[in-house]
């Protein structure tokens, strides 16, 4: 039977999920009646699935939108907590997807090193209230413990949301250090990922140039050469001077201005 051949390899194809409008050539006339209508119905059918997967697709990136926007109003809400953190997430997270842009990187990995970068700190959630209420510039010991875990536990309340990854990993490694000193898992050099040392510059920086109960804000050429001492054994040197040059050509001002 003409074109019998060609309609099985068609549903097929589509069987698999790889959806073409070839099915449509066996409706034409040249074809018997039982080909055309098979074709017209596998076709009709074909349409039908793609506008389901379509809209599926638009339901499930509305509710990683809408669940990415509540997860980050809590982490915003730490501001309520502690003052000095308020905007922190947000600047971090522009600063770390100006360095990637800079960088180079693609942009799916720009986008998942600012999404970790606006939730880097969300494990603070679990500071005591003493920890918030701290203004001695020597925390103790048992302080200092609560602080070495907050990038953990940032990871464990957000590994349920699969879409986050490989974000997730960069909140979980911002603490690292290239020298493997770092916390909460004393990774070296290479082991750290890309994203995690991003994040771990725009975080320092951010730190420097705002008010906090321990110092108060320096100037950028301040803060640059801080950076640059902590180059080598903490932050990673070429990515410092890539996002020096960033913020020399293109100031401080965050995403939101830029809108």
């Given amino acids: 039977m003409k074109g019998l051949t060609e309609l099985i390899t068609c549903i097929q194809e589509i069987s ?14 040249e074809y018997g009646p039982l080909i055309r209508e098979v074709a017209e119905s596998v076709g009709l059918m074909m349409v039908r699935i793609e506008a389901r997967e379509f809209e599926l697709e638009q339901a499930h990136e509305d509710l990683k939108r809408s669940t990415l926007e509540t997860v980050s109003s809590a982490a915003r809400a730490l501001g309520l907590r502690d003052s000095y953190t308020s905007g922190h997430g947000d600047r971090v997270g522009c600063y770390a ?10 942009s ?9 970068g606006v939730l880097h700190d969300m494990g603070k959630i679990g500071f005591s209230d003493t920890l918030f209420s701290n203004t001695d510039t020597c925390p ?12 953990q536990w940032g990871y464990d309340m957000l590994q349920g949301l699969s879409f986050l990854r490989p974000s997730l990993e960069y909140i979980r490694c911002h603490h690292e250090r290239m020298d493997g000193t770092g916390y909460p898992r004393g990774l070296h ?5 890309d994203g995690a040392k991003i994040i771990s510059i725009a975080d320092v920086f951010d730190a420097i140039t705002t008010n906090r109960n321990y110092q108060k804000a320096r100037e950028c050429e301040q803060a640059f050469e801080i950076l640059r001492k902590l180059a ?5 040197p070429e990515l410092v001077e890539i996002f020096i040059d960033e913020i020399e050509q293109n100031g401080m001002q965050f995403c939101s201005d830029k809108k």
């Fill in 140 to 151: 103790d010991e048992e302080m200092l413990h609560e602080i070495r875990l907050h990038p």
């Fill in 97 to 106: 997807s100006r360095l990637a842009v800079r960088r180079g990187y693609d």
């Fill in 189 to 193: 050099g290479d082991e750290i990922p």
């Fill in 16 to 29: 698999a999920g790889n959806y073409s409008n070839d099915i449509m050539a066996l409706t034409g006339e």
């Fill in 108 to 116: 799916d990995f720009i986008e998942q090193v600012r999404i970790a």
């Fill in 232 to 236: 080598g054994p903490s932050l990673d």
